[in-house]
């Protein structure tokens, strides 16, 4: 439980955000203050702030059994993903690689509309894969669709709405059989799941430091070495060519020390908040009628809950929450304000009058079952409300 100004403030959106962990802050603060320096400059001070960063190259790179030079610092996960799908694909057609894309639906925005720009602006062909009712997309599906121009393949490792989890691996040893590079979007994951990038066998992976206890507005792009990419940020050759750009070395430090306290932490914390969230899930079918778990009931993350209700206006429920003193969201962060149903659960086949009524409820580290039992509390008469409202309007 936190104090919002001053009221009591539930805290269960943990994949919208994460709150930075003391020892990440620790980490950061000197290179706001002392070690100022440009890590481009040769000089002492630049020196300085180099070696920091190299460390922090090396600490990612090994957190997810990569090189410290496949590494590239981002100004976030939106930006890896951008960088990956433009950056590999104008790269592949510029070594006259083809120019199909195959993207996943239920994708996050960042990689959806870039694919969308690619083939509005740029002439891809973009395939779009569906996924299942769980919001899970079939290997098979992505074999079927790689042809001999396919320039690259785009499937996440966990979706951020409904928490399901991809079978990347596969999808990756299918991608390396075909020569087509895999990128996938992990920027939910690391939190809860253990990643290494051979055993997923993907070519380029994103993460934001800000869903892993670390700072808001850094993010990680890993690339293979060898993987075709021009850089889409131009200008100085900072990260070995790939990003131009003066590195947030304060930013990097952090994703680096937020990236050790999760791999320390997550095993512990995914026993217990699978425990705490299936409580929450079998409170809410219970007390709650017409409602239904989101995603799949097992292939998920262990923080993630998602579920959608019928006849309720997912905002509106938001906001009675809210008024209880419960932050949750309505989908991903990045949408709410849209009141068109999400595009993930309308990807999955959810029909409209249940679409609307998403909700999504993530645990953290500090979340305790006293911060269950309050969401429990008051969610079956903040749902009435809200069906209630809505039937008054008609
Ligand atoms: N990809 C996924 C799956 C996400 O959940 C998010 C953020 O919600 C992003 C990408 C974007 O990350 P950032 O907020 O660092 O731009």
Same mark, same amino acid.
């Given at each position: 439980?936190?104090?919002?100004g ?8 943990? $994949? ?98 870039t ?54 691996s596969a ?54 070495? *060898? ?33 050790k ?13 699978v ?55 309505t989908? $991903?962060?990045?949408?709410? *304000?849209?009141?068109?149903?999400? $595009? ?44 209630k ?6």
């Amino acid at each position: 439980m936190n104090r919002n100004g001053g009221k009591p403030h539930i805290y269960l959106d943990h $994949s919208a955000t994460t709150p930075v962990a003391p020892e990440v802050l620790a980490a950061m603060q000197p290179f706001f203050s002392e070690t100022f320096g440009n890590p481009a400059s040769i000089h002492a001070f630049g020196r300085a702030a180099a070696g920091a960063l190299d460390e922090a190259h090396l600490v990612v790179g090994c957190a997810i059994n990569a090189r410290a030079s496949e590494v590239v610092f981002t100004g976030c996960g939106s930006e890896a993903d951008n960088m990956a799908l433009r950056g590999i694909a104008l790269a592949q057609r510029k070594n006259g690689r083809g120019g199909h894309l195959v993207i996943a639906r239920a994708e996050h925005h960042a990689v959806e509309t870039t694919a969308e720009q690619l083939r509005d602006l740029f002439g891809f062909d973009v395939q779009f894969i569906p996924v299942d009712g769980c919001g899970q997309v079939n290997p098979d599906d992505i074999a079927a669709a790689i042809r001999k121009d396919t320039a690259l393949v785009s499937v996440m490792l966990a979706n951020n709405e409904v928490g399901s989890l991809n079978e990347v691996s596969a999808i990756g040893k299918i991608c390396k059989e075909c020569g087509v590079p895999l990128h996938t979007d992990a920027v939910q994951a690391p939190a809860y799941l253990p990643l290494d990038v051979n055993e997923l066998n993907c070519d380029a992976l994103s993460m934001s430091s800000h869903k892993i206890y670390g700072p808001k507005g850094v993010g990680v792009l890993y690339l293979r070495e *060898g993987t075709p990419f021009v850089p889409t940020l131009t200008g100085g050759g900072h990260e070995r060519g790939r990003r131009a750009g003066t590195v947030n070395v304060a930013g990097a430090v952090g994703t680096a020390a937020a990236i050790k306290y999760v791999s320390r932490e997550r095993e512990a914390q995914a026993v217990r908040l699978v425990a705490l969230r299936d409580g929450l899930t079998a409170g809410v079918q219970a007390s709650v009628p017409q409602a239904m778990l989101s995603g799949h009931p097992r292939q998920r993350l262990p923080h993630h809950a998602s579920f959608v209700f019928k006849n309720v206006d997912g905002e509106s429920l938001l906001m009675a929450l809210d008024v209880e003193g419960i932050a949750v969201s309505t989908g $991903s962060a990045c949408t709410s *304000g849209d009141p068109e149903p999400s $595009s993930v659960l309308v990807a999955m086949g959810v029909p409209r009058e249940w679409a609307l009524g998403g909700l999504r409820v993530t645990l953290g580290y500090g979340t305790t079952q006293a911060d269950v039992d309050a969401f429990l509390a008051v969610l079956p008469k903040c749902v009435e409300r809200v069906r209630k409202a809505a039937e008054w309007k008609g």
